[in-house]
């Protein structure tokens, strides 16, 4: 008999070779007729796979995430079988499921192409072949005869693919006549794909190396439900209105030139004031947690990155070497901020008394990203962090850690981020070599992350094997407006920079110890927090945050005096905002103001002048009515005091 612990921790027992849907049916109908796989230990498997062992096993849904990839993953089959169907000959790359979606890799040979005025003939086909019912069937296959079937088929990219495997770990899928090499999981049967949408081409490299042919990607969607569908269309239609790319070009908040290079963002005036403030309130509450600014070059020697390994890591992906009259003298744009920290740290010696150090600095760094990579703000070449870098006691890493939590937090909560996840990334406790660090440092520090994570109430996710080699880290899962996820703030342990640079403090008892390092961004990169900013509340900026928080709007010109007497009485008060003194109608006027997004359009003109008052409109809402303006700048200071608050719980 099988023991199997539910996700309630209640044990019930199984007839050996019991599957996930054996699992489901002795808990509900509607449970096992939901059903689209089963976790066992953590991984991810077919529903009707039979347990092998003792244990925890959790039944999934279309509405776990796991679930809807296996749910996806299938349909890029579905989608394979149809293109095999139109397309004889077709050759197949790789089909993963991805984060909302799937895509498959295809070449169709010299001569044929596919554009989207296709994509209705192969929808047709998948749902055509889902009818069928054809379920997903599961074998193992020996190495030889794996390149036997895919020889036969003439398929190199498979052949490439089996070239890395060992034989002994190869299976196959097979749905109606349809078989690919796989190692799944997938649904029991295609009947569950009941709405299918193609979303778009575009080319990708084999392997993604440029050297290699350039195959067709086709993006596409499936649900369970055509409702579903249709509610995910409409989420895509209101992310195109909100794309950051558009909203910046509308809003003047930045640019780029081919002049200046591609990803190489141009911060306009409205945009740099969006910026700053972002800076600016960060620094302060830095500064309130005891961090010390510093400044560093956007260049360094190559010895330096050779010593702190970013030159192996990130070599390939940086700019050419600056070379300098002097022979063998090498320069590069910094690809990371902390080893010139590190350097910092070691300008003095360091007591354990002085510990812990915390240097922030808005860091600007650089990295070659292969042109088609690049994507608006999200993916540049130059890109600014808000880096800073904890030096302190292995007994002090707890409250870093939680004091960096609440840094973060703050943040979010001052942004209007409230739907997100901490993801908590641990060692392999089976593989403990790839890892550098002593036991006790590694068990204090996941330590500090899980009990500072759980002490905040923190929704968390923790994922075993994902620790970077030189510690654990915390990232920040953000879900925007329309449901997407963002990675913002990280937080990372390290002990490979501090023993690369021979970084030490002196300990209590006089002997030399090594300081743990925690690395630390709660925007990440700005370019990106701002890109992902935009889209999560469309271009309406938290009113502290807007570039310009109102427009005087006068009448006529008339009242021009008028309305620059309210505009420097504002500005005196420090909001910021602009007087449109144009030639237009006030109908006009009302409407480019709103168009660009102003949170507070104050209208004046002949009864506002004799009373000394604005009549004020809100971005949005419309009108508010008519005050002093003495009475304006305390209503709208409250109201950012009221947010501030809020951000600071």
Known sequence: MLNITLPDGSVRQFVD?????????????????????????????????????????????????????????????????ALEALYPGVKLGIGPAIENGFYYDIDLG???????????????????????????????????????????????????????????????????????????????????????????????????????????????ITFPKAKELTEYLEKLEEAKRRDHRKLGKELELFAFSEKVGAGLPLWLPKGT?????????????????????????????????????????????????????????????????????????????????????????????????QSGELHGLTRVRGFTQDDAHIFCRPDQVKEEFTKVIDLVLYVFRALGFKDFTAQISLRDPENKAKYIGSDEN?????????????????????????AAFYGPKLDFMVRDALGRKWQLGTVQVDYNLPERFDLEYVASDNSRQRPVMIHRAPFGSLERFVAV???????????????????????????????????????GAELRGTVDHRDEKIGRKIRDAEVSKVPYMLIVGEKEQENGIVSVRKHGEGDVGS?????????????VAAMMDGAAG
């Open 17 to 81: 070779g019991a599957t996930g849907y054996d699992v489901a049916a002795t808990i509900s109908e509607g449970l096992a007729r939901n059903a689209v796989g089963v976790r066992v230990d953590g991984e991810v498997r077919d529903l009707h796979r039979p347990i092998e062992q003792d244990a925890k096993v959790a039944i999934l849904t279309w509405n776990d995430d796991d679930g809807k990839m296996a749910f996806w993953h299938s349909s890029a089959h579905v989608l394979a079988e």
């Open 442 to 466: 590694w068990d204090k520090a996941e330590r500090a992350i899980i009990e500072s994570a759980a002490e905040k109430g923190l929704m968390t996710v923790t994922e075993l094997g994902e």
């Open 533 to 571: 900013l935009i889209e999560h509340c469309a271009g309406n900026f938290p009113l502290w945050l807007s570039p310009e928080q109102f427009a005087v709007l006068p009448i006529s010109e008339k009242y021009h005096d008028y309305a620059q007497q309210v505009y420097d009485r504002l500005m």
């Open 110 to 220: 010299e001569g044929r192409t596919i554009s989207s005025e296709d994509f209705p003939e192969i929808e047709k086909k998948m749902l055509e072949l889902a009818r069928q019912k054809s379920k997903f069937e599961r074998r193992a296959v020996s190495k030889a005869d794996a390149i036997a079937y895919f020889t036969e088929k003439a398929d190199p990219y498979k052949l490439d693919l089996l070239e890395r495997l060992e034989d002994g770990t190869i299976t196959f899928y097979q749905q109606g006549n349809f078989v690919d090499l796989c190692r799944g999981p997938h649904l029991p049967d295609t009947a569950n794909i009941k709405a299918v949408k193609l979303l778009n081409i575009a080319g990708a490299y084999w392997r993604g190396d440029e050297k290699n042919k350039q195959l067709t990607r086709i993006y596409g």
């Open 627 to 639: 005050m002093p303006i003495d009475s304006f700048i305390k209503s709208f200071e409250s109201q």
């Open 273 to 369: 004031m969006l910026r700053e403030k972002l800076e600016q309130f960060l620094r302060r509450a830095q500064i309130k947690a005891g961090y010390q600014p510093v400044v560093t070059p956007h260049i360094g020697s190559k010895e330096l990155y050779v010593t702190s390994g970013h030159y192996e890591k990130y070599g390939a992906d940086s700019f050419q070497p600056i070379k300098t009259p002097n022979p063998g003298e090498e320069f590069f744009l910094k690809p990371m901020n902390c080893p010139h920290h590190c350097e910092i740290y070691k300008t003095k010696p360091r007591s354990y008394r002085d510990l812990p150090v915390r240097l922030a600095e808005f860091g600007t760094v650089y990295r070659y990203e």
